[in-house]
């Protein structure tokens, strides 16, 4: 099983980055889909889902009509829209898959640092 997150870097206040996350080893249209996100010094936070049949997506209140998050079940590939960035997005961004069953996988995590 694989998750393999592209697409963060640094970017100036303002700015966009679309993070992907590319998954194989299992049974990708099964899941929902994740992203988390883990800043400096606090706990991971659940920011995006996206469910694997309805296509229904929810967020956290910080990043609500500034990031969407997508999938792509021919591609096995979920993705996370970042529009106007700020400072308190830097984080280390994961992605995360979960079946019904609790059944979770994870990935290596990609940096996003917001600055001038």
């Known amino acids: 099983v694989h998750l393999v997150e592209s697409g963060g870097g640094l970017v100036q206040p303002g700015g966009s980055l679309r993070l992907s996350c590319a998954a194989s080893?299992?049974?990708?249209?099964?899941?929902?889909m994740n992203w988390y996100r883990q800043a400096p010094g606090k706990g991971r936070e659940l920011v995006a889902s996206?469910?694997?049949?309805?296509?229904?997506?929810t967020y956290v209140d910080s990043v609500k009509g500034r990031f969407t998050i997508s999938r792509d079940n021919a591609k096995n590939t979920v993705y996370l829209q970042m529009n106007s960035l700020n400072a308190e997005d830097t984080a280390v961004y994961y992605c995360?898959?979960?079946?019904?069953?609790?059944?979770?996988?994870w990935g290596q995590g990609t940096q996003v640092t917001v600055s001038s």
């Open positions: 995360n898959a979960r079946r019904f069953d609790a059944l979770t996988y």
């Open positions: 080893g299992f049974t990708f249209s099964t899941f929902v």
């Open positions: 996206i469910t694997n049949t309805h296509i229904s997506t």
